[in-house]
């Protein structure tokens, strides 16, 4: 998969707004929430041109048993790729355009974890922008290396995580 990270896009929302009801459309009543989420959910930030969702469900299984409506939409169902009690749907092959993250609506932890982090960086300009010019030098020295790419953000991706809850916890839940 080549890495291109690319300058913050408004018409990111437009493609998440779109894809979203395409979503809503084929996952019905099981659906509680859908989110944007990821880079190019964040206003300013660089970001691989890929809209990453989030999807609360009442039920990971009914949503197992719909696979060929998200194949019909040109979704690969990857089941839980790693990542026990989710299901992974990745839109585009090696030029992807979507991701596609679903929980259970009890899993809190990972719900919350996405949004808080989203949700910081909406609000830390300066932690978004590191970010964010990270993401482009890691383009540029691993073009065609996602592994590579992806293990160079882990510490700062770790690092605002850890801030990010904090913030959360003490400055947002707690008013």
């Not at 090696?94 to 929980?103: K, M």
């Amino acid at each position: 998969m080549n890495v291109i990270v690319e300058a913050y896009n408004e018409a990111w929302v437009k493609n998440y707004t779109n894809e979203s009801r395409k979503i809503r459309e084929i996952v019905g009543d099981n659906l509680v929430q859908i989110y944007h989420i990821g880079s190019t959910s964040v206003p300013g930030l660089s970001a691989k041109p890929v809209i990453d969702m989030l999807l609360v469900v009442t039920s990971l299984e009914n949503l197992d048993t719909i696979a060929d409506k998200f194949e019909l939409l040109d979704y690969e169902v990857m089941g839980e790729f790693g990542m026990p009690g989710r299901r992974y749907y990745r839109k585009g092959g090696d030029n992807r355009t979507h991701h596609i993250h679903a929980f259970h609506v009890s899993n809190l932890f990972d719900i919350e974890r996405h949004l808080i982090f989203r949700d910081y960086l909406r609000c830390h300009t300066e932690d978004r922008d590191e970010y964010g010019e990270l993401k482009k030098k890691l383009a540029i020295s691993n073009p065609k290396d996602i592994d590579s790419y992806g293990d160079g953000k882990d510490s700062l991706v770790k690092r605002i995580e850890h801030d990010a809850l904090v913030w959360y916890y003490h400055e947002i839940r707690n008013k």
